[in-house]
Each structure stands twice: as C-alpha cells, then as structure tokens.
C-alpha cells in the first residue's frame, strides 16, 4: 500500500480496565495484552510498516505495586524466550530502548538475547520500550553528545536521532488505546510531527479491525510538516 506511515508508535493503555471489566486481575489484561501485541504487531508488518514502536513499561511504571511490576518482568522474560522466536522466523528485528539500570538481570538477559538472535533481521524493527522515559532519553543523548566531544552547534536536529536509545526515522503516526489523550513521556522527540489518534478500545481488544480503522483514519490526514497547504 503506498502512502502508509513508515515508522508507528503505539501507547498499549487500557489493560488494566479492560481485565476489569471483565473480574479479573490486572495482571490478566497484561496478559491478554502481550497476546494481541504479537498478532496485532505481525498484522502491522504485513501492511508494509517498517517500524513499530510500543510502550511496554516506563520508567515511572516502577511505582506500580511490586506484584505488578514482577508479573510484567516474568512476562516479558517468558514471551521473549519463548514467543518471541517468531519475530526470529519472520525476519524482524528486534530492539529495546529504555534504560538499563534498574532492569533485573533475568530480562535484561532475555533482552540481549533476542536482540542478538534478530539483529541481522532486514525486513521490519520492532522496537519495544521497556524501562523508557522520553526525557530521560533526551537527557542520556546529550550524555553520549557530551561523553563523545561532539561539536554541539553543528548539531541537526536530523543528527539528534543518532544519538537516541535507537537510530529509527520520525514516528509517522501515534496511537494511544483507551481513550486517554496524554503522550506519557513517549517518544517525545520522535514525534515532534507525528499525526495522533486517540481511540476509545482497550489495547487487548485493539485487533486488526481496529487497525484498519485507524490506518484509514492516518491515510486522510493532510500532513504538512509546518509547510502550507498545496494546492
Ligand atoms: C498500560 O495499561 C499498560 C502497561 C503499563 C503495560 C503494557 C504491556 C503490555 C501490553 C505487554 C507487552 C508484552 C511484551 C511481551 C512486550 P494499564 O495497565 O495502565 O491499563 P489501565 O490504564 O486500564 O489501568
């Protein structure tokens, strides 16, 4: 399809409410949500996307109740050992962008894994920000800047990206599941002309249906980058 953003942002809100609404636990919609990121993130990839970018944890996630906290932990470490071979298979990178410090080292192992199993992978990145702060990773790329002596006046703000947790092009289009209006602290530098989409599902009932919906939504915006209006 022509004209499809190249680089996707999704903000995967609304498990908790959406295991709610249904008696169980939030842990729950956790799970049911990591299951619709594989299908969802696969459906994606076949549209011609190049780049899916989602937040699995902030940094201010930690705050959560530590039984939470651990249940996500556990759960990526499960699905990036076992499920996460299929990323391997179907030729898509995977890469994390987040901070590593507080991290445990079980995940950060299970990171670095599949990391490495995928990195030759040429056909899309998915990039899951996993201990992530939008500000804090402006802060760690003026450390790098800084750390490598780079003449900052001669810093582009194209130049900028490289120096981000991933070198990966502008995010195209953002998608925040359950209703809520807000950026979080994602991505904050990435999106700088991003078009936004708020719908009102819950992320594990965020499938393909929706998708389309929202692709359509993206493909009638009248994107101009500060530019005017063509004629
Ligand atoms: C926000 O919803 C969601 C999270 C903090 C976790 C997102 C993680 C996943 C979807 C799992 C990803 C899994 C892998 C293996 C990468 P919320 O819990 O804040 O929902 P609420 O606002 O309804 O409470």
């Known amino acids: 399809m022509t004209n499809v953003p190249t680089h996707v942002a999704i ?7 959406w295991a709610k609404e249904r008696n169980m636990p939030r842990t729950y919609g956790h799970k049911k949500g990591s299951e619709n990121l594989k299908k969802l993130s ?7 996307i190049k780049y899916l970018s989602v937040y699995c944890f902030s940094t201010e996630n930690f705050n959560r109740p530590q039984e939470e906290v651990d249940y996500l932990m556990n759960l990526f470490v499960e699905k990036f050992q076992t499920e996460f071979s299929e990323y391997k298979k179907k030729n898509i990178r995977v890469v994390f962008s987040g901070r590593r410090e507080n991290l445990r080292a079980d995940v950060l192992k299970a990171m670095d894994t599949i990391t490495e199993e995928t990195k030759e992978n040429t056909r899309a990145t998915l990039n899951l920000c996993l201990n992530y702060g939008g500000q804090y990773e402006v802060i760690d790329a003026m450390k790098k800047i800084i750390q490598e ?26 998608i925040r599941t359950s209703g809520e209006k807000r950026l979080s602290n994602f991505m904050l530098y990435q999106s700088s002309y991003a078009e936004f ?22 493909l009638h915006r009248d994107r101009r980058f500060g530019n005017i209006k063509e004629k």
Do not use: C, S, W
């Open 149 to 174: 002596n780079i003449a900052i006046e001669k810093i582009t703000p194209q130049d900028l990206y490289h120096y981000m947790y991933q070198d990966l092009p502008p995010v195209d289009f953002v």
């Open 42 to 48: 696969f459906y994606i990839f076949d549209q011609g």
């Open 197 to 218: 989409y708020f719908p009102e599902t819950y992320f594990p009932a965020f499938d393909e249906k929706e998708f389309d919906k929202a692709l359509d939504i993206y």
């Open 11 to 17: 903000i995967m809100d609304g498990n908790g409410r």
